[in-house]
């Protein structure tokens, strides 16, 4: 294809992306450098004939005109990185110095709403990704097994939890969790405690969420893998046989190896979306236990003052987080290509 | 003749089926759970006193004299006009899946048909934008809308969906056009077509399958996004699953929560229509990616 043809037929998408994806991250970065300007005051000295008092007010007209010189701010370089929102540098280096042991140290990071939204975040997309991998396959494995007849209504129910809106599906889960929810009643019977509450406790919500998230995801594994499932050759799994490999020995040395690529994409596709977990927590109202970087953006811009610079800064920050992720991939890609 | 080794246990037969019970529970019962629920009153979806209330309606009964009621659904289409925030849904959902397909097409054709270079980096610099969160974006768009006047409004909600949506579709329609074979279209312009002809009469007859199940997913990621909308669109100019987070902020008055949970089951029959009508396009779509490794 000629290069003037291809630049015709792709102009549409990339001016889209361009528009509203590539300039919004320059945007970003840039405003994660500026604060907003402070408010001039000035203060006024009111004579009265009982005496004089200082009175403050906010000249409108002096800070309108600081806005129109500096459209985008104050400049504060990397001042809101380092606040405590954040990466919370001085914080962090009073631990360090108080901080008797590792343990201490490590609660009182917590603490910090960055390090509070991290260790959230990083712990659902570890967790999370492997369960998904694991329930996906075997779910995808006794599917392959079953009577064909049954088989379509299976995958119908199974591709529910996946298709449903995120921020719906975990308000079915939660009310059903809830202290009065169905299964929330069935927990106090199990447990024997009848003011057991899944939402008051930090580590039964972290499981709540993470229990959602496999919910959600195994059906995008189960559906990848069965489709792999149809396509295992079937001459090398009768040799396997035939040479004796018991059922387990042809799920493990047939099967699994044919599966390994389509693993890699799953967990690809996975990692992307756990690291962005976000609605469960607004569904679950479990911000008080539970907080991911999305959500921490999504708050500094949800509140009554937009904290744009804050917002700004937790993105780009985030934006750094998912290249660290996505960047063994991106490499061994690079690898190929070069190879070719 | 039967292969001894392909006849299961009884014990082997056993777990297959409590796995499939199992996890069609899981799957399916949520959902029922909750579509069964929405016909009664709080107190008995919420039950303090057992939770075989919500299955024979107890208070239901007590407060409405039937075991059925339909409270829920006047309280959130009549009372809090979720009717027009589902309007707002279909706006959004048809714009965004027509701009987004047929821009897709186009560059997903490009990119298929092109042999240099750059069409590898484009596709990997699509996969990167892919795999941010489209909220770390929104604190790049608000200050620019809020400066032009264009916060708020569906078209721009429209705009920025479109945008997040072409990564994936590029890559999508990308993939499903390797699958038609070059000579269709090469030979459409030994003939005498230029490249847009040849796409026009001879790529576009062909193209549908692929389209539609592009479609579905574009569809899907318009209709379930709350991160952007949220953010981007006005109170009055509100899609659904926003306008569901908003019911939460107020479940402090008794019957509110009702309202949320009439208006989840309204937003998921959608989703289960579309999956019943197309559950082979979606498998398909799901494993397009994962085939071409």
Not at chain 1, 20 to 32: A, G, L
Not at chain 1, 62 to 76: D, N
Not at chain 1, 240 to 261: F, S
Not at chain 2, 147 to 163: C, E, F, Q, R, S
């Amino acid at each position: 294809m000629k290069h003037k043809t291809f630049f015709w037929f792709v102009l549409p998408s990339s001016v889209a992306m361009l528009l509203f994806i590539f300039v919004p991250i320059i945007s970003v970065v840039v405003q994660s450098l500026h604060v907003e300007h402070e408010q001039v005051i000035i203060s006024v000295e009111n004579c009265g004939p009982f005496g004089c008092t200082q009175a403050t007010t906010i000249d409108q007209e002096a800070t309108k005109k600081l806005l129109e010189a500096e459209p985008l701010g104050r400049f504060s370089g990397f001042d809101t990185y380092a606040d405590r929102n954040h990466l919370a540098v001085e914080d962090v280096s009073q631990a360090w110095d108080k901080a008797d042991n590792w343990r201490d140290f490590g609660s009182q990071i917590l603490n910090l709403p960055f390090y509070k939204a991290m260790s959230f975040t990083l712990a659902y997309t570890f967790i999370v990704t492997p369960l998904v991998l694991i329930v996906g396959f075997i779910i995808a494995v006794a599917v392959n097994g079953a009577v064909k007849a049954i088989r379509g209504p299976i995958i119908f129910f199974s591709l529910l939890p996946m298709m449903v809106t995120p921020l719906v599906g975990s308000l079915i889960i939660f009310w059903m969790v809830d202290a009065r929810g169905v299964l929330g009643s069935m927990l106090q019977v199990l447990a024997g405690d009848p003011e057991l509450s899944v939402k008051a406790s930090t580590p039964l919500t972290w499981v709540m969420l993470m229990f959602y998230g496999v919910w959600h995801s195994a059906p995008f594994a189960f559906i990848v893998y069965y489709a792999g499932l149809q396509t295992v050759n079937q001459d090398t799994l009768e040799s396997a046989m035939i040479d004796g490999a018991n059922r387990w020995e042809q799920i493990r040395y047939v099967i699994i190896p044919h599966l390994l690529p389509l693993t890699t994409f799953i967990a690809l596709m996975q990692l992307m979306d756990n690291f962005r977990v976000f609605e469960p927590i607004v569904s679950f109202a479990a911000s008080a236990h539970a907080t991911s970087l999305s959500w921490s953006i999504y708050n500094d811009l949800g509140g009554e003052v937009r904290q744009l610079s804050s917002a700004a800064a937790t993105s780009v920050l985030t934006i750094i987080g998912v290249a660290i992720l996505l960047s063994p991939v991106l490499i061994r890609t690079w690898r190929d290509f070069s190879r070719k | 003749m039967t292969v001894k080794a392909q006849q299961r246990s009884a014990l082997l037969n056993i777990l297959l089926i409590t796995v499939l019970v199992v996890w069609m529970v899981m799957a399916a019962f949520p959902f029922l759970w909750t579509l069964w629920g929405s016909f009664k009153v709080e107190g008995d979806f919420f039950s303090k006193a057992n939770w075989a209330n919500s299955l024979t309606g107890t208070l239901t009964k007590t407060e409405t004299g039937s075991a059925f009621t339909g409270m829920g659904y006047h309280g959130a289409w009549v009372k809090e006009a979720f009717g027009i925030a589902a309007i707002n849904t279909v706006i959004v959902c048809l714009f965004v899946v027509t701009i987004s397909l047929t821009f897709g097409t186009l560059g997903g054709y490009a990119l298929s048909r092109s042999t240099y270079r750059y069409t590898f980096w484009f596709l990997i610099i699509a996969l990167i934008f892919r795999a941010m969160p489209p909220v770390t974006l929104v604190s790049g768009y608000l200050p620019v809308f809020f400066k032009w006047n264009m916060w708020g409004h569906l078209p721009t909600a429209i705009l920025v969906l479109v945008a997040i949506n072409q990564p994936f579709t590029l890559w999508m329609l990308h993939s499903f056009f390797k699958n038609i074979p070059k000579d269709l279209d090469e030979s459409a312009m030994v003939d005498g077509c230029n490249r847009f002809q040849a796409f026009r009469y001879v790529i576009v007859p062909v193209m549908w399958p692929g389209v539609i199940t592009t479609g579905l997913f574009s569809f899907l990621l318009a209709y379930n996004d709350f991160a952007v909308t949220a953010m981007i669109l006005s109170k009055e100019n509100q899609t659904m699953v926003p306008k569901i987070a908003g019911f939460l902020g107020s479940t402090q008055v008794k019957g509110n929560v009702m309202f949320a949970v009439a208006a989840v089951v309204s937003v998921t029959a959608p989703l289960f229509v579309m999956i019943m009508v197309f559950q082979r396009q979606i498998v398909s779509g799901l494993t397009a990616g994962a085939v071409k490794g």
